[in-house]
């Protein structure tokens, strides 16, 4: 109930303050429910003015608030914490009378920072850290002893929740069993609970009692110890993970983070976890029962009510979680990993002499082979065939019969491509994830089979609809597991409650059904743990004692090794491959297959490829695989034959090509197109000399590695070589000239790099240059720069060359080739990445007089270049491109994302830059001044991965994150990265990276 119903205005307020402690300043109200509180911002720091009714508020209670805080003294650099600021007369407690009344006054330091409740997102890191710091206060005054709490009977302590029973009548229907509900929950958990630990704690750490720092993942700061109590220890979290995880979808999640932060603090028990989930419960129950009871004695008070529509929320969803798995998900949370019970069943099951053929009556005598068909492996190689059921059994029944017709089983643990579907996506805090990894045994033998019970029981569900089988078995010392039978055509027999006898057949499994049979086993009964198929690969340690492995019944089978771990897969590659070799993110990545615009790892998660240009047409593209495999499987030799392929490829590739490029040589990849080109220009100008643009990069063999800055300008670079000249880069952003009418003088520098070659009495030979500078942060090149490179290149009788090897294709939406944008055709056009989709195919076109001259006597051959195969694919990919309209999805999609990052942008001013064309895009990092924040860049790229969107970075300081998805990227998984970065960017304080 409220404590006071006078209004202060400004002036009163400021009075008080001046006239006690000797300070003033704007003043402002803040809700309490208690007291009246009130924020005063001075010169120097802010401050807040505590008023409280002499009639209705104790002194030994606001006594007792004061004592913690000087316990707790402020705090320190890891938390800060309220601190007393005493009277001009050196009071802590300052008694006024106003109008007749009495009352207390206190002040107290401000927090600086931003309440919890005005935080946009909560992400995993900043719930980790609620659970860290509130662990940390816990421990604080896990020490601290005063006699008044220990007397004092409150409605807001956990422990005493019985008080609500008598106010249940409040609440009607749904309302009332969810009260209900949670109320006998906590009285079958009282008595235990009265057993755990006990201290003083704050109980109340809410959302408006959460200090945060601002664009961080860090909690600073509690405030508002006027709750605080002396009760069972536990409690305190109860109440942190109640309001941590209200109005969040991923209730479970968020409540893990915070069980993880608070452990690592102040180190829980297995059984105060146990607990857990009905306190919080509990806690529910009573700010409900709260609510209801001030509602109707002050209806005017808004403050009673501030959370009641969330509340409610929260308690129906938590009222839908089983308690028992939240229990065992918060023991894993903090180690505590194998149950007791998982461990008797084990000791049982090794006991058993069951073999599978106990399982299974056939017509034919046939034994069993394992048969893994996890994402990792090729038993179905392609992702599409896994989303057609009847495409999986088919190649299944293939395996069968490879395998003589042996019943085939496996699917334990695995990580099934087929459960990789919408269906099954669970959006979590860190970004999607698939629910696939299977938690049973399937079993596949292409004819009619019956299927036995393994052990006597008894049923407890049986559903014909849903096809699937319950029956309890006992084992040990009153031991209880559950066989699940699923996919079956039940025997009319079968009954709920009916006795079972080992070998009663519980049903038949007919050839053509298009499910396999599965087997799986439950510790738990279906009413304390729902059964399910498959779980999230984080949720594995939990769920596998949940649903143990039935082979574990088997004891003559084993599943075979899954082969390497990650770690010792990154080990191997250390020792047998160069040095030189890198790998991606922090924690590198097992990458096993594409799909689209995903690339999917070994856990089965997708990740949105926004950088992998390469797979320009999407990763797998099945069209794509069909060609190359369809002509693999014909033909795939060298160029020295007649071939259609090779001819109808490179007449498809010119129609894409003013009329002036009509000679095709083909390749095997850009830096062997870029090879080619280095030396056709040499051939056609008998010269040797160079120009190419600063931090370019044209490809790795040595001729290339001559020609490109990005690489002899880094690291283990040896500066430019003797016929090599470069030339700036045209940054209009930081570079040499900036703003967008600099064309005509980074031009120049193109003149000057003639004029150097002139005086050593040469000429050049050449002027190479992307359409869009990839290497160097994917730089658009200003208007008439290519104009007037190209004019000046040409006058002093050198050729032009224009690298499409990353940009060309398409890509860029407004035309399939870069330079077209620039109205210019060059002399030679270098073709890799985008041709051939991931295989290896590059190409070089020309105009026929360097082909001519090029073709001087000496024979150029490729062995693999323009192979049957690579012709196939590239063909094929040209059609996509032109079949599926992704030139003009490039153009589409390609401005949506470039406008949206735009306004990203005006939020965040860490973005510097935003540039690009089509899918060709990339923003820079930079602080306010321009400077590169190449650390901040690599943040973000690994915090983006953790959510699901794979980025990389570039430019000459490593501060460009590039933007290259394959052109199928629709507008969902557009959105989908805009708003996974738009929460790294507003929580992870990138500018301190």
């Known amino acids: 109930m409220s404590n006071l119903k006078l209004d202060f205005d400004q002036d009163t307020i400021n009075e008080i303050a001046r006239k006690l402690y000797n300070k003033t300043g704007a003043v402002k109200s803040l809700p309490g429910e208690l007291d009246l509180n009130f924020l005063i911002k001075t010169d120097s720091r802010d401050y807040i003015l505590k008023i409280a009714s002499k009639e209705k508020c104790e002194i030994e209670f606001l006594n007792f608030q004061n004592n913690i805080l000087n316990h707790l003294e402020g705090g320190d650099p890891t938390l800060l914490l309220p601190e007393i600021i005493l009277g001009i007369d050196g009071k802590q407690i ?52 005063d006699p008044f709490p220990i007397k004092r009977k409150f409605d807001w302590d956990v422990s005493q929740t019985s008080w609500t029973k008598p106010h249940q009548n409040l609440f009607k229907s749904q309302k009332k069993n969810y009260i209900d509900h ?278 407890v569900e049986l559903n014909e609809t849903r096809k699937i089988c319950i029956i309890e078995n006992s084992f040990g010392k009153n031991g209880k597991f559950y066989t699940i039978y699923r996919n079956l055509m039940f025997e009319p027999s079968l009954v709920i409650h009916g006795e079972i006898e080992k070998g009663d057949i519980i049903g038949k499994h007919k050839s053509k059904e298009k499910e396999a049979f599965i087997l799986q086993l439950s510790l738990h009964h279906p009413n304390e743990v729902h059964p399910i198929t498959h779980c999230l690969d984080r949720e ?5 004692q949940v649903f143990p492995d039935p082979i574990f019944l088997f004891k003559q089978h084993k599943i075979q090794d899954p082969g390497l771990d990650n770690e010792a897969l990154f080990s191997e590659r250390k020792a047998y491959l160069g040095k030189s070799l890198s790998l991606s993110y922090e924690e590198p990545l097992k990458i096993v297959r594409g799909d689209g615009a995903y690339l999917i790892d070994d856990k089965g998660r997708k990740y949105l490829d926004m950088v992998n240009n390469v797979a320009h047409v999407g990763h797998e593209h099945p069209e794509i695989v069909k060609a190359g495999k369809k002509q693999m499987e014909m033909l795939n030799t060298n160029s020295r034959y007649l071939h259609e392929n090779i001819v109808t490829f490179a007449k498809k590739l010119l129609e894409t090509f003013p009329k002036e490029l009509s000679v095709v040589h083909f390749v095997n990849s850009g830096s062997e197109a870029n090879e080619l080109a280095i030396r056709m220009a040499k051939s ?246 321009k400077n590169p924040l190449p650390h901040a860049a690599d943040s973000l790229v690994n915090r983006m991965k953790e959510r699901g969107v794979l980025m990389s970075t570039d430019g000459p300081d490593n501060n460009v994150l590039k933007l290259k998805p394959p052109i199928i990227i629709n507008r969902d998984q557009i959105d989908y990265f805009l708003h996974h970065l738009s929460i790294v960017l507003q929580t992870s304080n990138l500018n301190a990276s």
Request: hydrophobic share 35%; aromatic share 12%.
């Open 540 to 544: 594995k340690r939990v769920f596998n």
């Open 182 to 459: 949670f109320y006998k929950g906590f009285k079958s958990i009282e008595s235990q609970l009265a057993n755990c630990r006990k201290s003083i704690v704050h109980n109340d750490i809410n959302d408006n009692n959460i200090i945060i720092q601002p664009n961080n993942e860090k909690v600073i700061g509690f405030i508002d110890f006027g709750d605080a109590t002396y009760t069972a220890t536990i409690n305190d979290l109860a109440i942190c993970v109640t309001y941590a995880i209200m109005q969040k979808e991923q209730l479970l999640e968020a409540a893990l983070e915070v069980i993880k932060g608070y452990h690592a603090s102040f180190p829980l028990k297995e059984n105060e976890l146990e607990l857990l989930y009905w306190l919080v419960g509990a806690r529910l129950v009573i700010s409900l029962t709260k609510s209801e009871i001030n509602a109707k004695s002050e209806p005017e008070n808004k403050y009673h009510q501030v959370s009641t529509a969330a509340a409610w929320e929260l308690i129906e969803n938590w009222y839908h979680i089983k308690p028992y798995l939240a229990g065992e998900l918060f023991k894993d949370a903090c180690g505590y990993r194998t149950s007791k019970k998982y461990l008797r069943f084990q000791k049982f099951c090794n006991s058993t002499n069951l073999e599978l053929s106990d399982l299974f009556e056939t017509k034919r005598s046939t034994s069993f082979k394992y048969l893994n068909i996890d994402i990792s492996t090729d038993s179905i190689s392609s992702l599409q065939d896994t989303k057609d059921k009847r495409k999986i059994a088919k190649r299944l029944k293939e395996h069968w019969k490879e395998n003589a017709e042996n019943i085939i089983y496996g699917g334990y643990n695995e990580v099934r491509p087929e459960l990789i579907r919408e269906e099954n996506r669970i959006k979590t805090l860190r970004g999607d994830f698939w629910s696939n990894l299977l938690l049973g045994v399937q079993f596949w033998y292409f004819r009619k089979f019956n299927v036995c019970a393994l052990i006597p029981g008894k049923i």
């Open 684 to 929: 056609y100008t008998a010269q040797k000399d160079f120009i190419a643009v600063e931090v370019g990069y044209h490809g790795n063999t040595n001729a290339c590695i001559d020609i490109s800055s990005y690489k002899f300008d880094g690291k283990g670079g040896k500066g430019a070589p003797e016929h090599t000249q470069i030339v700036p880069l045209p940054d209009l952003f930081r570079g040499k000239y900036r703003g967008e009418h600099t064309g005509s003088q980074y031009a120049a520098h193109i003149k000057e790099a003639i004029e150097n070659i002139h005086e050593k009495n040469r000429k050049p030979a050449a002027f190479i240059c992307e359409s869009i500078i990839s290497c160097g942060g994917q730089i658009e090149l200003p208007k008439g720069y290519l104009k007037l490179a190209y004019k000046y290149t040409r006058d002093a009788g050198g050729v032009c060359i224009a690298d499409e090897v990353q940009v060309g294709c398409g890509r860029i939406g407004t035309h399939f080739w870069g330079f077209q944008e620039h109205n210019v055709v060059p002399d030679i056009v270098t073709i890799g990445k985008p041709l051939g989709n991931g295989h290896p195919l590059a190409a070089v076109v020309c105009t026929a007089e360097i082909a001519n001259a090029f073709a001087n006597g000496m024979e150029y051959f490729n062995t693999f270049g323009g192979n049957p195969v690579s012709c196939a694919i590239g063909k094929k990919v040209l059609e996509v491109i032109e079949n599926e309209n992704l030139q003009q999805n490039a153009s589409e999609m390609g401005s949506y994302l470039k406008a949206q990052l735009k306004v990203l942008q005006k939020q965040f001013p860490i973005i510097g830059d935003v540039r690009g064309k089509g899918l060709f895009l990339g923003f820079e990092l930079n602080d306010k001044k």
């Open 94 to 145: 300052n008694e006024l009378k106003i109008e007749g009344n009495n009352y207390y006054v206190r002040l107290l330091t401000w927090l600086p920072g931003e309440l919890w409740s005005d935080a946009k997102e909560h992400t995993p890191g900043l719930l980790k850290d609620l659970g860290k710091k509130a662990g940390y206060l816990t421990g604080l005054l896990n020490n601290f002893e």
